[in-house]
């Protein structure tokens, strides 16, 4: 077929294109995803029996607030990854940012501790398990940014699927603050990081793969 | 006017004509598309100065990848960029299937060179639409040919296809990445 006529058939009742379909998309992959997630940490592990309690500590909310960050900010990344063309600019900083708060705050309750406390601040009780834990409940975000991410147009493939993976990472991390009694900056510096990089490289690594288009 | 001034103008028009044919207005598409396959031409022979016979291959393959992931232009940003980006992806991936990176010319590009050039002169392309669509379900085929090709309107190819009209624009929309996939396949 002549170029020519590939245009004409391209062009011949060519449908209007709905806008800001993007972001819709990803919308819709991370809000039923963070769903899925949910219902398997409802099911799988239960909701902390405290948490009443817990709601009225500062560091709940500034553990929320670190997986948040980075929730807000894999988001943006995944988003403008999508889209040819699309520069990251400050993006990569605003990924960094909420793991460096996190370290300072570690710094500063380590620094503070008495000398025998210190591998409990790091290490908790549930060091084994939470980062692992993290990764299984971000499966089925993981699956719903590939989804998304299929359907629009990443060209830097193997670093879609990281940057997909840690969106998925931090809601599972997010969806696990509900589930997890762990308030320490060491830990969530620590053990909530290696949960979320798991499945960024497991995105890293399937990314060129199945992102291909 | 400068070449400055050329480019920004060009870029306007260009852009211009996409995001009426977003809106759906077929022939501002059409004149989008025409315009941007001269540029993807220019573009793709002077990096493929090697594997001249890729280049139409290329241009129709890089045509179906933009029409396919048109969604993903954002309105408020340089058309250029979003056009070299997807011209540079399909370049690169032909390079890797081909396995002979020597074959790439000059990667080192960047942006704005995508228009600079225009090149109307079109060989023949070795993948032929019309043999690859013989090989889609008729699912996918019918609504193609009706509308596409017979020019029929959703609803007269949705009843000569005996089809639902939604079958029939889904049809269209995933004939037309199913083709894209196949015109990457095929050798």
Known sequence: MRTDDLVRLLATGAEPVEPHATGRRFTLAVGSGMIASALLMLNLLGLRSDLDEAVCLPMFWVRLGYVACLVWASLLAALRLSRP???LDWVPAALVAPVVM????????????????????IFGTTWKSCPLLIAMLSLPVLVAAFWAMRGLAPTRLSL?????GLLSGSVGALVYCLHCSELEAPFLGTWYLLGMLIPALGGSLVGPRLLRW | MSEKGRLDTREQQLRQSLLRGLDGDASAYHAFLQELSAHLRAYFRKRLYRLPDEVEDLVQEALLA??????TYDAGLPLTAWIHAIAKYKLVDLIRRRAGKDALQDPLDNASEVLTAADGEATEAHSDIERLMARLPDRLR???LYTKLQGLSVAEAAKVAGMSESAVKVGVHRGIKALAALIRETP
């Open chain 1, 85 to 87: 063309g699309r520069r």
């Open chain 1, 102 to 121: 996190i370290w300072a705050i570690a710094g500063v309750a380590l620094a503070e501790a008495n000398p025998g406390m210190r591998t409990d601040l």
């Open chain 1, 160 to 164: 879609a699927g990281t940057v997909a």
């Open chain 2, 66 to 71: 933009i029409h396919n992931q048109r969604h």
């Open chain 2, 142 to 144: 019918l609504p193609i």
